[in-house]
């Protein structure tokens, strides 16, 4: 999830009194470049795989949204426990433990023989996996709260870059057969956990750990929680519809390219590798200049906007060119997550910075049990042989609607927060 270009600024790595390595953004910047570039090998073909052991395009986007749905479900649970983990013992040893899941996840989906074993895999490789959500954390651990915004924003460039090579070797790599990119991408999440092991430091010191508590790290009880963070409660509603969106576009992005465009694995690819040339030019380069001139708030509403009318132009393209074409046009839509995640950092005390990204990444994963459904029932309506080629830009409508939403809540949420601090001043 690192582009080299964005390592020289991070500051030179110290050496601890004790030898060992002291936290610092390239490692873990490194770390997230594995971890993504493994799972964006597996994008462009995953649907393929599962089409495999079906006999109709409607079928087939109906057993892709139950393999998807396994994964967001059991991540739904496991997220804010492992988050919740990474605050008492550290955030190393849960990363580990999400590269090794993903590790052996990938060798078994690219070894089944039945759509049952992809559903069994994706629910325990969900369940094992909150590197996200420990990256953030880690992320937050070494950086001040006015500094957050930027380094999410690397962290983002890191993701981005993952996407932009891994999505591209996948479709390459499924061209020639469409199980090797499984295989390639688990050999990646082995590498990764050798690099954790051996080299990637803890960032979490002892004196700001904190007991774990099954309770809280229930993730309904965690999500009540996120909603009460002072200052940024009502934003927990934008992370959860603008998530919700995203879902379903990631669900339905390559089937939607291959029903409408005629894409296979390789097309696909690249047209995720240039969503993550864009994400890498914004959040690894651009979003640190915009951060001087506008607020996290400022760039939040912008992007949201941004972002809703993509989801729409998405929708009504009629060839494969102008999907190239949003990409490229949707530049402020990139820099929202960066931006509220910053905030909802900083609303977080120091000791409970795992829990609270556990907590977001665990809503974002109820939304992606929500979206395969919606997603592929949209699709399939969409892809009927009595439906119109218009139709098939039902997912991309049904997005824009939420963001719209979700654009509305913010400008209000941004608007009384600006009310009560000019009324306080």
Known sequence: ???????????????????????????????????????????????????????????????YGAVTFAFGLASFFGAPILGALSDRYGRRPVLLIGFSGLALSLFVTGAATALWMLIVVRLFSGAMQANA???????????????????????????????????????????????????????FALLNWLYGYFVLPESLPADRRKPFSLRSANPVVALRGLTQLKGVGPLVAVVGLAGLAQMVLHTTWVLYGSFKFGWGPAENGWSLFAVGVMTVIVQGGLLKHLLKRYSPERLTAVGLVSSTLSYLAWGLATEGWMMYAVIGLNVMGYAVNSTVQSMISGAADARSQGQTMGSVASLQSLMSVAAPVLGATLLAVGSAPTAGRWLLGLPFFFCAALQAVSTVLAFQHFRRSSAVSAAAA
């Open 1 to 63: 999830m690192a582009d080299p270009a964005t390592a020289p600024t991070a500051p030179p790595v110290p050496i601890a009194p004790d030898g060992r390595r002291t936290a610092a953004m390239p490692f873990i910047l490194i770390a997230v470049l594995i971890d993504v570039i493994s799972i964006g090998l597996i994008i462009p073909v995953l649907p393929h795989l599962v089409g495999g052991f079906t006999t109709s395009p409607t079928e087939q986007a109906f057993w």
């Open 133 to 187: 959500a420990v990256a953030n954390a880690y992320v937050a651990d070494i950086t001040p709260p006015e500094d957050r915004a930027r380094r999410f924003g690397l962290l983002g460039a890191a993701f981005g870059l993952g996407f932009t090579l891994g999505p591209v070797l996948g479709g390459l790599l499924g061209s020639i057969d469409v199980r090797l990119p499984f295989f390639v991408a688990g050999g």
